[in-house]
């Protein structure tokens, strides 16, 4: 395989890796900064939009970045390094080590990062079921909120918001069968009639809450790195932005 070829891969393999609070892959977000293919060997060289982002978000970034390129097959060496954060050295040397997130960090680990990883596809399947049923509510005129208890999964169009529902729904071992419902809470149960309007704003509030803080962390990333403008796919709905006045690299 081709140097070309093969950074398209491992660039394909980065879409699969998603930010966990902001629930868009980081290639979107602009937070990865190169790929570099010598042989077969792959490094990465990831960014963030503050030096002080939360350390064990980072630190799972760069792991599940790690984990995809391992995946690819061929790849015989996998490098990944998180540049101008304040835990980058230890970040750095624990994914070289492969010392896991415990090993990395020790006693400042208090949990390990599945717990993290649960809470966080909890909100980001929260927030698609929201679009989803606002889509509803939108399309058709007729159904009130409360209505959205008989929705189910086959009455939504085939459309990226819906695909997406399913992915977060697999993601918790939610069942997808074309007769499932779609107002359910983590666990897959439905939601009294009564109770929707309320559980529909709360999923609302999750999911202005999500895209609000995507907005905010690609404009704090474009002003720390003006570059990144150019590797950012535009967030849902929102044209692309405007490239920045160039500014003095801000470590």
């Not at 394909?12 to 293919?37: C, H, K, M, N, Q």
């Not at 918001?161 to 939610?174: E, I, K, P």
Request: hydrophobic letters at 35%; proline letters at 8%; glycine letters at 8%.
């Amino acid at each position: 395989m081709s140097a070309d070829s093969w950074e398209l891969s491992a660039r394909a393999a980065l879409d699969t890796v998603f930010d966990p609070e902001l629930d868009e892959p980081i290639t979107d977000l602009g937070f990865v900064r190169s790929v570099t293919v010598s042989g077969s060997r792959v490094t990465v060289h990831l960014r963030l939009p503050t030096s002080f982002c939360s350390p064990n978000f980072a630190y799972l970034m760069a792991s599940d970045a790690k984990d995809a390129l391992t995946a690819l097959p061929g790849a015989k060496e996998v490098v990944v390094l998180l540049d101008d954060h304040h835990d980058s050295e230890l970040i750095n040397q624990g994914l070289a080590a492969d010392a896991g997130y415990r090993g990395t960090f020790g006693t400042e680990a208090e949990s390990g990062l599945e717990e993290l990883r649960e809470t966080f596809r909890r909100k980001a399947h929260t927030a698609a079921m929201e679009r989803a049923l606002t889509s509803v509510l939108r399309r058709r005129p007729d159904v009130e909120e409360e209505g959205l208890h008989d929705v189910v999964l086959g009455d939504l169009p085939d459309e990226p918001g819906t695909r997406a529902l399913l992915r977060r729904r697999v993601a918790l071992g939610l069942g997808t069968a074309p007769t499932d419902p779609v107002l359910v809470d983590e666990h897959g149960c439905r939601f009294p009639p009564g109770e929707i309007p309320l559980r529909l704003r709360f999923a609302r509030a999750v999911r202005i809450s999500i895209e609000g803080n995507a907005h905010f962390c690609r404009g704090l990333l474009r002003t720390r790195y003006p570059e990144s403008v150019t590797d950012q796919t535009p967030a849902r709905g929102t044209p692309h932005p405007p490239r920045p006045p160039a500014k003095e690299h801000i470590s």
